[in-house]
């Protein structure tokens, strides 16, 4: 029987690429000489620290550049508070997101049934699969998560035919 599977992974090389470059440019940029600026990656969370908030909003407009230059989806990102370190200097953990949240694969499975396509939505784990008699229904139903989910940045693997 056809089906697929709705996934919401990160390119993480990518992802580990984007932030060595960034850290290369705030080591370029003369507004950042002499300061604390600084970026780094570790188990899925970005950690920025600069001076001043300010200089954090800098460091994330690098840092999405960079990953928007290498295909990353910034949907990805989950920034947290700003938290002060310390002296003056101040830290943001940018959590990156990989896997489905049950809350969100409920409601992909939900607008899956209420579509009243001839498919059936599973929740395995942080994936959902989709399975259906024809391929047709398939790429609708791939349509239609696109459309109806656009606040998570999904991607459909695993179609076997």
């Given at each position: ?9 990160p390119n993480?090389?990518?992802v ?19 300061t ?13 620290i600069?001076?001043a908030e300010f ?10 550049s960079?990953?928007?230059k290498?295909?990353?989806d ?6 947290g ?10 830290k943001?953990?940018?959590?990156v997101?990989?896997?489905i949240?049950?809350?969100q694969?409920k409601?992909i499975?939900?607008i899956?049934?209420d579509?009243?396509?001839?498919v059936?939505?599973a929740?395995?784990g942080?994936a959902?699969?989709?399975?259906g ?11 239609l ?8 940045p999904?991607s ?6």
């Amino acid at each position: 029987m056809p089906s697929f599977d709705t996934v919401c992974e990160p390119n993480l090389p990518e992802v580990k690429n984007a932030v060595a470059n960034t850290a290369k440019a705030i080591g370029t940029r003369f507004d950042f000489k002499g300061t604390a600026a600084a970026v780094d990656l570790k188990d899925k969370e970005i950690t920025m620290i600069g001076d001043a908030e300010f200089q954090l909003v800098q460091v994330e407009d690098i840092l999405r550049s960079k990953l928007t230059k290498r295909s990353v989806d910034v949907r990805f990102l989950d920034k947290g508070d700003v938290q002060k370190m310390g002296g003056d200097k101040v830290k943001q953990v940018i959590k990156v997101k990989s896997g489905i949240e049950s809350e969100q694969a409920k409601k992909i499975t939900r607008i899956i049934k209420d579509s009243k396509l001839k498919v059936q939505a599973a929740i395995q784990g942080d994936a959902v699969r989709i399975t259906g008699a024809k391929r047709d229904d398939l790429q609708a139903a791939m349509a239609l998560i696109k459309k109806d989910v656009p606040d998570m940045p999904l991607s459909f693997n695993n179609f076997r035919d």
